[in-house]
């Protein structure tokens, strides 16, 4: 069936029929200072192809040399997963041919990674706890990067050409795959992202990854397969490739529910394939045939000795890792007061440490909470990008609230501050001195727009006369117009009692 054909069927109506079983491989990029199997540097975002040796090229001649930082955080990613760690494991060659593999193939684990059956238990956004068993982590190379120019979107498909940075070729990695999950139901996207958000925490608290999905540190391939209410035979599964931030796993997972069950309910087969993920879209199209291990031509890598662990080396390790996250959120929610269901919140909407990382520049943290949960929130969403990308920073929430403290804006204000920020306008003081934003306190201007508001409103005027100062409320209202919203209400109501002669 050609994707022009296949037929959606609504997600609910799709699990009413079958059950989805889902699998996950996790790549993890490790922030070593090297490359796994040479002396070029690892780094983010230099001119393309610079971070390049002859060993990342498998020039004639060069041999590679393990780096043992690369197989340290190896062995403690095994560990925060609760797996057994090998006692010996070696390399192998896993064959194919593509313009971003300059060797022509790539040195990965095949059938004795250096860790296996573990498992992570998966608190959802109502505090249900699912456990998800990892069948093995093992270590590889990362690929080069292709970049595809004169296409749409830079997508492969239409593109008259493809620029190679082999920067990224020889980056260490570990690939993080689990047993096939069962059992999720309608809950298979929030699992899925709920999964490869706990996997982007634990790597993060050991820092062994700068694990920023948009840099690609974390990337995830989505297994789902369908089968029929009451069988117990998998159905024939699809890998959605390099799905690159929290959201788009949870619409991959949906989205290929639908899809297959359209497929089935067709009376067709699907195919067991690699698809690609279109975020603007939100859609799947298909890539190529699904290669099984035996396609590859896995033989043991010639060039590299085993790796020999001992209990003395894991225990070493084992000594070295931090706190574990589930311990981490008990003691963060317990030092910052919030109630479960706020922290639950926050959890859920991926901003912990954020909030963490602003309270620790300064800021309390129910401030914190506020601008995160709140506006900055408010408007990722309205962009439709995670909060964390919109630009705001600690350092924004703080000088927000400096400015409000200091009564030079009021909330309405900084809100309107904070769009600039994240508008490349600069900081918010720059933004306030700018935009003339700051809040009127002068009382000579407070005082005329006052005497307007009290002459066009004698009524409201006669109540406050008579004791009912909450009716000060409706002569703020014309004052913060006149002011364009930038009066100091507060102050605004002790003018008007003050020429009244009223107290306070």
Known sequence: MSAATETLVDFDEALETYDP????????????????????????GDE????????????????????????????????????????????ARKNYFYPDTPKNFQTSQY???????????????????????????????????????????????????SLVDYNRAGVPLVEIVTKPVVGAGKRAPELAKAYVAAIREIVKNLGVSDARMERGNVRCDANVSLMPKGADKFGTRTETKNVNSL???????????SRQAGVLNAGDTVT???????EDTRTTTSGRPKSDADDYRYFPEPDLVPIVTSAAWIEELRSRLPEPPAER???????????????????????????????????SAAVARKWWMGEISRLAKNADVEPTELGATPATIIELNSLIEAKKINDKIARQVLEFVIAGEGTPTEIVEARGLAVVNDDSALGAAIDDAMAQMPGVVEKIKGGKLQAVGALIGPVMKATRGQADAGRVRELVLEKLGIEG
């Open 21 to 44: 079983v889902l699998g996950f491989e996790v790549h993890v990029e490790l922030n070593t200072k090297t490359k796994m199997f040479s002396s070029a540097p690892n780094a983010f």
């Open 48 to 91: 393309p192809n610079t971070n390049v040796n002859e060993v990342d090229l498998g020039l004639p001649g060069v041999l590679p040399v393990v780096n043992k930082a690369g197989v340290e955080y190896a062995i403690m990613i095994g560990l925060a997963l609760n797996c057994k760690i090998a006692e010996t494991c070696g390399f």
């Open 111 to 161: 059938d004795d990674p250096i860790a296996y059956d573990g498992y992570i238990d998966i608190e959802l956004e109502d505090g249900e706890v699912f456990r998800v068993e990892i069948e093995r982590a093992h270590m590889e190379e990362d690929a080069g990067k292709l970049t595809h120019m004169g296409g749409a979107a830079g997508r492969i498909q239409g593109a008259d050409f």
């Open 247 to 257: 959201r788009a796993v949870d619409h991959a997972v949906r989205f290929e529910i």
């Open 272 to 278: 067991q394939e690699t698809r690609h993920w279109h």
């Open 329 to 363: 959120r008990k003691r963060l929610q317990a030092e910052w007061g919030y109630a479960d269901a706020e922290f639950r919140d926050v959890v859920n909407a991926g901003l912990m440490d954020a909030i963490e990382e602003t309270i620790a520049a300064g800021a």
